[in-house]
């Protein structure tokens, strides 16, 4: 009797013990836990494992405050096309449908799809309501600078971004309306008067030395060589000084190219930097 009734203790307790673990284990995943959990992760900026957990309590709870957060995760991890997907998706009938249309607008502005931004705003101004005061027209102003298009009047441009920016978006205006490039045909004048000087004008001054040298250097020893009678030595100099020097005013003009293109790089790099220091003009959910 007394083993009987020891053993039914044993047996209790292994289902009491079994079933508090069983208790424990679902309150650990509650969706008030699992939201816990993925705040935790977003604060600590594990982006990704948020976003999962994230999707995780909306399995459980629809809430548009999570929806937005998950889209801004992606965000968060440059992941724009994800990103504006998830923005997009939002209702209208949701308190967060202005700035998730908003950041749909700018993600797609990061993606690079200039073409595309421009598309989506124009067809976003026929509900002008989530556009006022978000500066988004000053980003649809700005994404000119970054195709080198033509640019619209300078006062229509500078009038659509804030009093304090204005100096700052007039010195890119300028840049963008003229662009301090060097000239491929003065470049190839320059090398065909004095070999070399085509490279230096575009800071290339050890190359333009040595086309100076190798030019003058080679066109010397084959008048030497005529000079002296040695007609083969003198043609073959006489060869490699016309190759130095169409060389030379052909990579001139190639230098500028390259030139032209490191000077745009920068100036792409600065526009780049400005717009996310400003935040993209965007003032809300910075």
Known sequence: MKNSFFIFLIFSSIIFSQEKNYLVSENLFSPSNIKIFADFLFDQKDYLRAADEYERYLSFVPNDTIEFKI???YSLMNNFNEAAKKFNVISKNSS???PAKIEFLKSIFQTGDIAEFRYKYSEGKVNKSYLD???MTSLYMYSFLLTGEPLPYEDEFIINFPASERQKIKN???WGKDPPYNSQLKAAIFSAVIPG?????TNEYWDGIF????TLGTGYLSYDNFKAGHNLRGWIFGSLTVGFYGGNIYGSATAVQI??????????NDLKSYLEDKNYFLKIFN
Request: hydrophobic fraction near 50%; proline fraction near 0%; avoid cysteine.
């Open 96 to 98: 967060f449908y202005k």
């Open 133 to 135: 005061s978000s500066g």
């Open 211 to 214: 086309a100076f040298i190798a």
């Open 259 to 268: 030139f032209n293109a490191h000077i745009r790089f920068n100036f792409i």
């Open 197 to 201: 000087l085509g490279k230096i004008y």
């Open 172 to 174: 890119f205006y300028e």
């Open 71 to 73: 889209a801004l995760t």
